[in-house]
């Protein structure tokens, strides 16, 4: 997960969820789909995660909860270059990789 608010008005965030446990939960709520990208898409599956990082964010700061996220297919990586050797992530190939994503989160 990265989260994104350095000089924006509220905090954002791209997150890579558990690709088999996310399948898992749409097979126990007859969720249907037709691929991964399908499935990152449904409604059900936002509001699950939805409500998972507002139960992690109580008693935070207002200015510090996330306001709005999206949901990749694959989580960042060494080989990809969002990732340093020592697994942090490097924002600013993050930030150039996916500004489509984060400028319709701050634009929507």
Same mark, same amino acid.
């Given at each position: 997960?990265?989260?994104?608010?350095?000089?924006?008005?509220?905090?954002?965030?791209?997150?890579?969820?558990?690709?088999?446990?996310?399948?898992?939960?749409?097979?126990?709520?007859?969720?249907?789909? @037709?691929? =991964?990208?399908? #499935?990152?898409?449904?409604?059900?599956?936002?509001?699950?995660?939805?409500?998972?990082?507002? %139960?992690?964010q109580t008693g935070m700061a207002n200015y510090e909860l996330i306001k709005k996220f999206c949901l990749i297919p694959k989580s960042f990586a060494i080989e990809?270059? @969002?990732? =340093?050797?020592? #697994?942090?992530?490097?924002?600013?190939?993050?930030?150039?990789?996916?500004?489509?994503?984060? %400028?319709?989160?701050?634009?929507?």
């Open positions: 997960m990265a989260v994104i608010g350095d000089e924006r008005n509220y905090v954002t965030a791209i997150i890579a969820p558990s690709i088999p446990a996310i399948k898992e939960y749409a097979e126990k709520n007859q969720i249907s789909y @037709e691929n =991964t990208d399908d #499935l990152l898409k449904s409604p059900a599956i936002y509001d699950l995660l939805q409500s998972r990082i507002a %139960d992690l990809t270059g @969002e990732l =340093t050797n020592t #697994l942090k992530i490097r924002r600013t190939v993050v930030t150039q990789k996916y500004k489509a994503l984060i %400028d319709e989160m701050y634009n929507s």
